[in-house]
């Protein structure tokens, strides 16, 4: 498999002003994309890009950026356009928090953590709370153990578990995100 293609910060701003910008598609949570986006950003949650892939890759003609937190699930979103034949595909390097750390622009909605602070703040309180339980319960301290070999396994595998959970949360899904909704998004062209 070939490494894939970033585009940095610096870039993407000047081809979003070009006559032939590329599609920005930013695969975080809704709530997380709610919080804050880049203009023109299209929402397409990595777990519906990964179920709907197909009928989303017959309207992506130009070439595509996407976008996440940091650029792990947009690696993710990379591999699977690629196993559907698209080619023209880039991952904006550093994410959405590089693209903010070098002063460029977002549409900002209300402010919801990211789903990676949300992780940790799960997987920091179960080992917290397991290891001071333990004290009574001494097989509670396996909990723990489960939650680092967890964390473990999702760095290995680049996947998260947890986070795949926690991104189905209420507070995560904000508005409405559907295939359908996606699709018609990227064959009128509008960004709602």
Sequence with gaps: M????TI???DLSRLLDSATPPRVLDVRTPGEFESAHI???YNVPLDLLR??????VKHLDEDVVLVCRSGQRATQAEE???AAGLSNVHILEGGISAWQTKGFAVNRGAARWDLERQVRLVAGSLVLSSILASIAAPRLKWVAGAVGGGLTFAALS????MGTLLSKLPY??????DAQSV???LVDGSVS
Excluded: K
């Design 158 to 161: 680049n996947t998260c578990a």
């Design 172 to 177: 995560n899904r904000g508005a409405s995100c």
């Design 183 to 185: 699709v018609s998004q």
């Design 2 to 5: 070939t490494a894939p293609i």
């Design 8 to 10: 940095d910060s610096h």
């Design 51 to 56: 179920e709907h892939r197909d009928e989303i």
């Design 39 to 41: 203009a023109g950003a």
């Design 80 to 82: 699977t356009l690629r």
